[in-house]
């Protein structure tokens, strides 16, 4: 299935490029789904720039979009909302590299609060550089049904439980990923309960790796802008030690 990404996307913003952040847990699927529309854009002659942000640990998503040929720059050494600074940079260097005319962002999977540390500032100080894709945060099926009591199974510590709950509340596109591991009565049961948690937000399913339902999400990532909304709260002392059980 070929995804349309409207064609007009780079003079939608008038010479603007496009920033596009795809968060969520770790092992969500991020990687494989910036792949995913990394390659979408490129074939329709789209020049991308890609970001990630490995925490120091290991180099995979650098390495694994390097490898599909796409212009990439790594962010390490801290996750993106206390590293806004670096991600500029990051932007400038591919920038010269290549005029990227989209940008897409994958933070490390410990980390939220992006929309009030990088969108927001993204738009506020280089609002004439770029416009801001609304925030998509994927959820792996399986551990969204754990942590959410629909299914028996292992959960998380409650300050991990923390960070994971507050990605999903400042998602702009709840992305369920993995739609291909459920069948049809699961999946209603996870969007069931994901809107009862998280009202109001769009909430799409898709299989980033076998390729089900990308046009729908990558066409909103591409067309719609980020609303500007109210702040979210987040207690940095519970953030920095769910963080810490994770690094
Ligand atoms: N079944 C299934 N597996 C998937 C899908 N997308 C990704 N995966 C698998 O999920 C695992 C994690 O995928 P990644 O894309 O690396 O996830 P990530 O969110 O970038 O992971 P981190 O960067 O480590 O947080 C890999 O083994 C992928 O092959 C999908 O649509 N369906
Ligand atoms: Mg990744």
Request: overall charge positive.
């Amino acid at each position: 299935m070929k995804t349309s990404v409207p064609s007009n996307l780079s003079r939608a913003g008038e010479g603007k490029a496009r920033y596009i952040m795809i968060g969520g847990f770790l092992g969500a699927g991020k990687t494989t789904a910036v792949g995913k529309l990394a390659r979408r854009l490129t074939d329709q002659g789209l020049r991308v720039g890609l970001i990630t942000n490995d925490q120091g640990r290991n180099l995979v998503d650098t390495a694994m979009l390097r490898s599909q040929g796409f212009a990439t720059e790594e962010i390490a050494g801290g996750c993106f909302c206390c590293r806004f600074n670096a991600l500029v940079e990051a932007a400038r260097k591919l920038t010269r590299q290549s005029r990227p005319e989209v940008f897409i962002a994958e933070p490390v999977g410990s980390c939220t609060d992006l929309v009030a540390t990088v969108m927001y500032p993204l738009r506020r100080l280089y609002g004439e550089k770029f416009t801001v894709a609304p925030v998509s945060v994927l959820v792996d099926p399986i551990r969204a049904l754990r942590v959410f009591g629909v299914e028996q199974g292992g959960s998380f510590s409650e300050k991990v439980l923390y960070i994971y709950k507050k990605q999903l509340e400042e998602a702009d596109l709840v992305i369920i990923s993995k739609c291909d591991l459920l069948e049809e009565a699961r999946l209603e049961r996870l969007r069931a309960v994901l809107a009862a948690r998280f009202p109001g937000k769009q909430i799409l399913a898709v299989s980033p790796r076998e390729g089900i339902n990308l046009e729908a999400w990558f066409g909103k990532i591409a067309s719609e802008e980020q609303a500007a909304g109210k702040a979210m709260e987040v207690d940095y002392t519970v953030y920095a030690d769910g963080e810490a059980l994770l690094g």
